[in-house]
């Protein structure tokens, strides 16, 4: 479902993902771990293409991000084009992003109608089937400010579902709330890999991790250094990094 191939990117003279492959198929959970400046954001922002990887490519469901083949030749897509593919990529950032002056349902049914032009109505009644999915049937006409942290990261994740995603990438969707609100979150993406989305999870959970993960990634400075079962790179990493860094979250 993703295809990550040598994707090389800097900003400036900084080169911060140095060649990285990864690959997630249909139905799988990969959680990526690594030290803070690693390269993670950066690599699950190359995998929507909201940053242009300077070398590799990325495939999406057999989309090529970005780009059309033309006989050897990649073409840049123009930008209707790239919003187009990014559309069917949900991504649930740190900080929700969530519309302030849009109430929950409003946040949810937003990108139906805007970007696929669906009936405004048809689109708030998935909406708040969505938002009952994550627990929220009862906030449809809240506002971000009137709800908690984690009540606001599961509007962003209602949201993310809303476009029907080939796949859902989470940028450290707990790490901006507090303590007692983390496990409400947690349950909500548990739910929904057991269900069977292809999801990308960067975490600092490492339990969370360990039980979600099909495959656990571990980067540091810029290179995928270990992937695997979360058995192996958990418990038997091989490399001296992972160990290092599990130790210390540990
Ligand atoms: P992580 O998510 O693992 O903490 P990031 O992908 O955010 O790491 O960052 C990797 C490196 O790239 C860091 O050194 C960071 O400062 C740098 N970086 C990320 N985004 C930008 C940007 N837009 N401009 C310049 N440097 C950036
Ligand atoms: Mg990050």
Do not use: C, W
């Not at 140095?18 to 959680?31: I, R």
């Not at 962003?156 to 496990?183: H, K, M, N, W, Y």
């Not at 695997?228 to 290092?244: F, I, K, N, Q």
């Amino acid at each position: 479902m993703v295809e990550v191939r040598g994707v090389r990117k800097s900003f400036g003279d900084v080169e911060v993902l140095h060649g990285v492959d990864l690959d997630v198929h249909a139905g799988e959970v990969a959680t990526i771990l690594g030290p803070s400046g690693s390269g993670k954001s950066t690599l699950l922002r190359t995998i929507n293409h909201l940053e242009r990887p300077d070398a590799g490519i990325v495939r999406v469901d057999g989309e090529l991000m970005g780009y059309r083949r033309v006989g050897d030749r990649l073409h840049e897509l123009k930008e209707r084009a790239v919003l187009r593919q990014r559309a069917r990529i949900g991504f649930v950032f740190q900080n929700f992003h969530l519309f302030p002056h849009l109430t929950a349902v409003e946040n949810v049914a937003e990108a139906p109608v805007g970007a696929l032009r669906r009936p405004r109505a048809e689109a708030r009644r998935e909406a708040a089937a969505l938002l009952a999915r994550v627990g929220l049937g009862d906030r449809l006409d809240a506002y971000p400010r009137q709800l908690s942290g984690g009540q606001q990261q599961r509007v962003a994740i209602a949201r993310a579902l809303g476009l029907s995603p080939r796949v859902l990438l989470f940028d450290e969707p707990t790490s901006a709330l507090d303590p007692e609100l983390v496990g409400e979150v947690l349950t909500t993406i548990r739910d929904l890999a057991l269900g069977g989305t292809t999801m990308i999870v960067v975490t600092h959970e490492v339990g969370f991790a360990r039980e979600i993960a099909d495959t656990v990634v571990f980067m540091d400075r810029g290179h995928v250094v270990e992937q695997g079962p979360p058995a192996e790179v958990l418990d038997r990493p091989d490399h001296p990094r992972t160990r290092a860094f599990l130790a210390q979250v540990r």
